[in-house]
């Protein structure tokens, strides 16, 4: 894949980032889906969950409240996703004071590759959950799931839970790349497939070619960006319509070629 380093200008800032544009045009699900499979973060996920899958199904102890475990976690995806995404992807180093001296925070891993993400938003190396992040979500996910349920409601609501999860963060995976970087894949037949992807796609580019602080949700249903608009209006900083962003490309900074903020 050819990379050229680019010098990116906008109103507001400008931003020296890779780029590539040799992004093969996806038009159709196996063309997506085997892409899709290339990459680091959906080959991890899909082995996780079906290595668990198998745990989860000699373990035995089903009961009906199983059900009802997965349908309590499952609103808990939209509000994550928003707060995640406005507050780790979108974080920025700060410089605090303490005892009378500067601090420069630390930047964040999952920041530097979302900047790389904004810049070049098509391209599937940046679209994914970076590989650095990805090889600890599956132990963090079981390990976190043990410690929560395994005391007070057992094992099996344990694994149960961590496959409800890592399931909802693939299917995260799979919406933001096939609903919101695939531009030219519609799926052909009229049905929830076909809805599910166009509402996606509705919502999510906006956040990358109008304005980047909204539009925070990718694949869940946006109660959370519609609250953040309408608290925005009512306070009378946002207007009828989202108004075009001068830095949703580069995020108001200038990056390396790892997204570390260089200026
Ligand atoms: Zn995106
Ligand atoms: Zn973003």
């Known amino acids: 894949m050819a990379l050229q380093q680019q010098l990116y200008s906008s109103k507001k800032g400008r931003c020296a980032m890779t780029q590539s544009r040799n992004h093969r045009p996806i038009t159709t699900l196996g063309q997506g889906l085997t892409e899709m499979y290339r990459r680091h973060s959906p080959r991890v996920l899909v082995s996780s969950i079906v290595l668990l899958a198998f745990i989860r199904i000699c373990w035995g102890h089903w009961t009906v409240?199983?059900?009802?475990?997965?349908?309590?976690?499952?609103?808990?995806?939209?509000?994550?996703?928003?707060?995640?995404?406005?507050?780790?992807?979108?974080?920025?180093?700060?410089?605090?004071?303490?005892?009378?001296?500067?601090?420069?925070?630390?930047?964040?891993?999952?920041?530097?590759?979302?900047?790389?993400?904004?810049?070049?938003?098509?391209?599937?190396?940046?679209?994914?959950?970076p590989d650095c992040i990805m090889r600890w979500i599956p132990c963090g996910v079981i390990g976190g799931c043990l410690a929560v349920f395994g005391p007070t409601l057992g094992i099996g609501y344990a694994l149960t839970a961590a496959l409800t999860i890592l399931t909802r963060v693939l299917s995260y995976e799979t919406l933001h790349y096939l609903g919101g970087h695939c531009p030219h894949y519609v799926p052909k037949r009229r049905g929830l497939w076909r809805w599910i992807i166009l509402s996606v796609r509705k919502r999510h580019r906006p956040h990358h070619l109008v304005n980047e602080h909204y539009h925070m949700q990718v694949a869940s249903f946006p109660w959370w960006d519609e609250m953040a608009e309408r608290i925005a209006r009512r306070r009378g900083r946002l207007g009828a319509k989202i108004p075009k962003s001068g830095t949703a490309r580069n995020l108001g900074v200038i990056i390396d070629r790892q997204g570390a903020i260089i200026d």
Do not use: K, M
């Open 65 to 129: 409240w199983h059900p009802v475990l997965i349908a309590a976690l499952l609103p808990l995806g939209p509000p994550v996703e928003y707060y995640f995404h406005r507050n780790y992807l979108h974080y920025r180093p700060r410089t605090i004071r303490f005892w009378g001296r500067a601090w420069q925070l630390p930047d964040l891993a999952g920041a530097q590759s979302h900047r790389l993400h904004h810049a070049d938003p098509d391209n599937p190396q940046d679209i994914f959950i």
